[in-house]
């Protein structure tokens, strides 16, 4: 099923990008700088904090903050319950900013997913099936960053990642790795404009296990996103080729004695 799910996802990464030139592109070159930590609560339950700092031109201007809390639990060793609420904010960035009246617009998420974690061989892989509900504010031209509505809208995504130790067959302390995923997004809903496909990003880079609760990785990060209304002239749809780096650091303090 990984296979069949991961190619689908590259299969729809590929097209979009073959078809880009009836479309109107936006390239940007991006820094993403991510906090994010699993904290226990007990055998099963932890709390997920995670802080996304998104840059344009690798650091020099805003793109997008996000900030998440939530909650998992696990209910078997390969299966993992999660929900959480995430505040998103998106900055006026690129040739044809998303934020098109010049200043930044919130979004509020909740989400509800669902981690499965196998192997191909001694390879740990994990799937990743999230649900969102999104409230996307609605800004007016010459109102500032006055919220005048929030848009409902519903988004499936799925994620593949895939760990390969560099040093024996598993990932230890003081130890290498290569890491990789693709993720797919894909709205629904009476409220998707032309954005059914949402988003698609894929990544890989190299990370290093200091201990089993502290990584960090830094990653090659390519991401097309389409946006959900035309460009106001042409009429033609919006799709950014964005492309740069992500330095992750994972940090799972424990919260229990």
Aim: aromatic letters at 18%; a positive charge; hydrophobic letters at 35%.
């Amino acid at each position: 099923m990984g296979y069949k799910l991961l190619f689908g996802s590259l299969l729809i990464f590929l097209t979009v990008k073959g078809f880009s030139q009836d479309r109107i592109n936006d390239k940007n070159q991006l820094g993403w700088y991510v906090y994010e930590g699993d904290h226990s609560l007990g055998k099963r339950w932890a709390l997920h904090t995670e802080y996304q700092w998104r840059r344009v031109h690798f650091i020099k201007s805003w793109q997008q903050s996000l900030a998440r809390v939530g909650f998992s639990y696990r209910l078997l060793p390969q299966v993992k319950l999660g929900t959480g609420y995430t505040s998103f904010i998106t900055y006026p960035f690129g040739d044809f900013p998303a934020a098109d009246t010049g200043e930044p617009y919130p979004e509020r998420r909740f989400h509800q997913d669902i981690q499965l974690y196998d192997t191909i061989g001694y390879l740990p892989i994990t799937h990743r099936f999230r649900l969102e509900q999104r409230w996307i504010g609605q800004l007016a031209e010459n109102k500032g960053k006055s919220v005048q509505s929030w848009e409902y809208q519903n988004r499936i995504r799925y994620q593949i990642a895939l760990l390969i130790p560099l040093q024996g067959r598993s990932i230890e302390g003081q130890e290498w790795y290569l890491n990789f995923f693709d993720e797919l997004f894909i709205g629904f809903g009476k409220n998707v404009g032309r954005n059914i496909f949402n988003q698609n990003r894929l990544s890989g880079g190299l990370g290093y296990q200091f201990t089993d609760d502290f990584q960090v990785e830094l990653n090659y990060l390519y991401q097309i996103t389409q946006h959900a209304g035309a460009e106001p002239i042409s009429g033609k749809s919006i799709f950014e080729y964005n492309q740069g780096f992500r330095l992750g650091i994972s940090y799972n303090l424990s919260l229990i004695k």
